[in-house]
C-alpha cells in the first residue's frame, strides 16, 4: 500500500501517465480512500487535458459512435439490465408454466445474469491485483537477494582482513539482557572484528529486528572512564543483518566496550537509547 | 419495428433536452443507464478522444477503437466518477489517454516479439517508427503544441513527449535518454511544474482564440 509521501513522489509520472500498470494501479487504489491526495492529483490532472486537446484535430466517423451503441445494447441485455428481448422471452415462458414457475424463473435468470457480470468483472479486477501483488514480491525478492549477495561480499571482506592481520582481535557481541527477542525470532548476536593495524572496528551481527521509519541502531565506543562516544550507524538489511566500520583516533587500549543502542535516527548524539548488543573489548 | 421508430424519436428529443447539461449532471445520467446522456457527451468529447490517440497511434482503425472503448468506460464507471477528482474532462481523458497507453505498450512488446531474434533489427525497427520523440516531432511540425513544447527547455521537453505522447514508463524514459531514473524522475517533476506554470494559461488562450 502505497503511502501519501509516495503519492506525493510518483504524482508527476503519475499525471503524464508514465508509471507502470501496476503503479498505476495502487496509485488509484490510495487516491480512492484519501482526499488531499484526490485534489492533488485533480489539480496536476486538469493541466494536462490541455496538453490532450492541442494535437491536429481530427473528427471519428459515424460508425464509431454506432458501434458504441451497438456495445452498450448487447452488455446490457446480456447482463446489467435484461431489456425487452429477454422479458420477452421470460414472459413467453411464463404464459406456457404457472405464473409463479414464469416468476421464479425469471428472478432465477436475471440472479444468474447478474452474478456472471459481477463474476467477470470481479475476476478481471481479481487478476489485475494479483499480478500487481506478484510484481511486488517478485520486487521485494530481488531486494533480499541483492542483500544476501552485499551480505557475503562483507562476510568476505571480514574473512579477509582477518586472515591478512595478525594482530587481529575477534570479540563477541551478543544480546544485551533488557533485550527479549520476538518469538520465534533468534536473539541478536554478532562479533567484533579490531584490526590494530587499519584502527578500525568492524562489526557485523545478525538477526536484528527491522526498525520503524526514522529510527536507527547506533554504535557506541565506551572509554575505561565511563565516556560514551557514538560513532557510526548500524546499517540492517532485509534479511536481519546489520553492518559497520568504524575507524578509531585514540589507542585501542583506552575503550572498554562497544554497545549498539536503538534510537530515534535523529537523536543527538548525547541520547543513549535501548541498548540491544554490548561486546567487551 | 414499430418499437424502434417510436423509440427513436422519444430518444432524439430527451438528446435535445441534455445538450444544455453541464458535465457533472450528464455524467450523472449515465451513471442511472440514461443513453442519451452518453449520446451528448460522446458529442462533446470524442473528438478530443479520438485526435490524441490518432496522434499518437497513428491508425485510424486502432484510434477508432480506443475512442469506442474510452466511452464504453465511462459507461461503465459513470458511478465510480468522484467530483472530488476534477472535472469531467480531466477524467474522460486520462481514461482515454491511459487506454491509448496501454494500446501503445502492447504494440510495443508485440514488435519486440516479432523482432527478438535480432537484436539489432528492434533497435532499428525502434528507431524508424517506434521512437515516439522524433515521431511526435515530425507530427508536431507547425502545431501549436509545438509552440508550446518550444518553451520548456529540450530536457524537459523530451521527457513530456516520451512520457505523455509515447508512454513510455519512467526507467524506459531513463534507458532511451541514457539518464539515471532519478534525473528522469526529477526532470517529471519539473517539467510537470513547468507545464501548470506556462503551458496550461497559455493553452487555453490559445484554445479560447
Ligand atoms: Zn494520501
Known sequence: MMDCSKIHELLPAYTLGSLTTSETADFNTHVEVCSPCAVKVRDAGDTLVDLARMVPQKRPSERVKDRLLARIDKVDQLVTRPSRPVMDFVGSLGRQLTFSTGTSLAVAFLIVAVVIGYWSSRSLQDLQDLRGDIEQRMESVAQQEEDVREGLEQQHKLFETIAADPDVTVKRLSANIPTVPLPGHESPSGVIVISARDSTVTIAAMHLPQLPQNWAYHVWLIKHGGQEIRTATLTVDSTGAGHAEVTIDAPLEEFRAIFVTI?????????VGNSALRGDL | MRGNAKDSSVSSSETEARITLEDVELLRLIANG????????????????????????????????????????????????????????????????HRIIDELRKRRRQKSMIYVPDVEAVHRQEDESADPNEFAEKRMQGSRLRKA???????????????????????EIAKKLNQPLGTV????????????????PQARKWLDG
Open chain 2, 185 to 200: 524522475k526529477t526532470r517529471t517533476r519539473l517539467a510537470l511544474k513547468a507545464l501548470r506554470e506556462n503551458l496550461g
Open chain 2, 149 to 171: 513544447l518550444e518553451s520548456l527547455n529540450p530536457e524537459l521537453k523530451s521527457v513530456v513527449v516520451l512520457a505523455y505522447y509515447g508512454g513510455l514508463t519512467q526507467s
Open chain 1, 263 to 271: 534510537d530515534p535516527a535523529n537523536a543527538g548524539p548525547g541520547s
Open chain 2, 34 to 97: 440514461d443513453r442519451s446522456a452518453l449520446e451528448v457527451l460522446y458529442d462533446r468529447y470524442a473528438g478530443g478522444i479520438y485526435s490524441l490517440a490518432h496522434h499518437m497511434l497513428q491508425e485510424q482503425g486502432a484510434a477508432e477503437e480506443v475512442t469506442q472503448d474510452t466511452f464504453f468506460k465511462v459507461w461503465r464507471r459513470a458511478s465510480t466518477y468522484n467530483v472530488k477528482r476534477g472535472k469531467v474532462s480531466g477524467w474522460l481523458f486520462s481514461i482515454g489517454h
